[in-house]
């Protein structure tokens, strides 16, 4: 097992464009986390995945923000209408009780 | 609400000597203290936690504390190697039985050893 995926890892995107991310986590695990880091700060919880269910979501998870986890495996995180204040680093973790592993991170830009 | 504060952004050692990189909270619901290293366009790596039902937690290099009465807690790596150079962060989470860990993570402390 490699660990949690995430693609892309990097994503340069226009103002208003929609984008979407990937993230595979450990296969024997069905906790699904996403978290976003801005510069300067430390990551920041946005949702969370037990199997296929949006267990919880953060406030800062806005309306242009959806995520999914279908079939318990796989989870995409998609923003539309994209803002400048999106450019972060998107953060993936998965775990099977105490502790994560996280993904490498998506870094989202935009123009 | 910072509900979890590193206020020191960054700290310098020599190789072979001690770090102390230090991490306070604020919400008394926290139950279970984490620290992550994480180097540039990689994310965060797990180090060593600590429950707390317990004031010290060693694994070799590396010693977290607690002070729960403090609501502090400190990183200590003995001694410090190169390879330590990262940014450190302090994660706390409440509720740690029921499955669902959601980290509240403070802004990190970038630790620079140099030789």
Same mark, same amino acid.
């Given at each position: ?9 990097h ?14 986590p ?8 996403w ?12 949702t ?26 796989f ?5 539309q ?31 | ?7 020191? #952004? ?7 000597? /001690?770090?102390?990189? !230090?991490? +306070?909270?604020?919400?008394?619901? &926290? ?7 994480k180097?540039?366009?990689?994310? #965060? ?7 707390? /039902?317990?004031?010290? !937690?060693? +694994?070799?290099?590396?010693?977290? &504390? ?13 001694p ?5 150079s ?13 499955? &669902? ?15």
């Amino acid at each position: 097992d490699t660990g949690v995926s995430q693609d892309p890892r990097h994503k340069i995107t226009k103002r208003g464009q929609n984008v979407t991310f990937r993230c595979d986590p450990i296969s024997e695990h069905n906790r699904l986390y996403w978290y976003r880091q801005t510069l300067g700060q430390g990551p920041e919880f946005l949702t969370y995945f037990q199997n296929e269910a949006q267990l919880e979501k953060s406030r800062l998870l806005s309306d242009r923000f959806s995520a999914e986890r279908p079939k318990g495996s796989f989870s995409t995180l998609e923003i539309q209408r994209t803002e400048q204040g999106d450019s972060a680093m998107y953060l993936c973790a998965s775990s099977s009780g105490a502790g994560y592993t996280f993904g490498s991170g998506t870094r989202l830009t935009v123009v | 609400d910072q509900q979890v504060k590193q206020n020191s #952004p960054s700290l310098s050692v020599q190789e072979g000597r /001690i770090s102390i990189l !230090n991490c +306070d909270y604020t919400n008394s619901m &926290f139950d279970y203290f984490l620290w992550y290293k994480k180097y540039p366009a990689e994310g #965060p790596t797990f180090l060593i936690s600590i429950s707390s /039902i317990k004031d010290k !937690n060693e +694994d070799g290099r590396f010693t977290v &504390f607690l002070n729960k009465s403090a609501k502090h807690l400190s990183l200590h790596i003995v001694p410090s190697q190169p390879g330590d150079s990262a940014v450190y962060f302090c994660a706390a989470s409440a509720g740690r039985n029921t499955g &669902f860990q959601k980290l509240v993570f403070g802004t990190g402390t970038r630790l620079l050893v140099s030789p």
